[in-house]
């Protein structure tokens, strides 16, 4: 079965940026759509962004015009860049298969806090 390793987070300011790295294991990656999702402290776990294995993208409204999924499917890795971010961006950040997710990895912190 495929795994996933987050990394990238950390603590930024308001209206800052950070790039957020997931690294996947398995030999069909490329036939999945994949995801990022976050779960705020007391939230419920949320998918902001997933990119199909066609290119297709699709966005929360919380993060339209801020995030940008892509993926590398020779290397298998999805990233996400997060531009302008806010406060209530706070959360671990999960990646994952965007349909039916499986297991989850350890996820990223980001912190967004003055």
């Known amino acids: 079965q495929v795994q996933f390793v987050e990394s990238g987070g950390g603590l930024v300011q308001p209206g800052g940026s950070l790039r957020l790295s997931c690294a996947a294991s398995?030999?069909?990656?490329?036939?999945?759509?994949m995801g990022w999702y976050r779960q705020a402290p007391g939230k419920q776990r949320e998918l902001v962004a997933s990119i199909s294995s066609g290119g297709r993208l699709i966005y929360a409204d919380t993060v339209k015009g801020r995030f940008t999924i892509s993926r590398d499917n020779a290397k298998r890795t999805v990233s996400l860049q997060m531009n302008s971010l806010k406060p209530e961006d706070t959360a671990v950040y999960y990646c994952?298969?965007?349909?039916?997710?499986?297991?989850w990895g350890q996820g990223t912190q980001v912190t967004v806090s003055s």
């Open positions: 398995g030999n069909t990656f490329r036939l999945y759509a």
């Open positions: 994952n298969r965007a349909n039916v997710p499986v297991e």
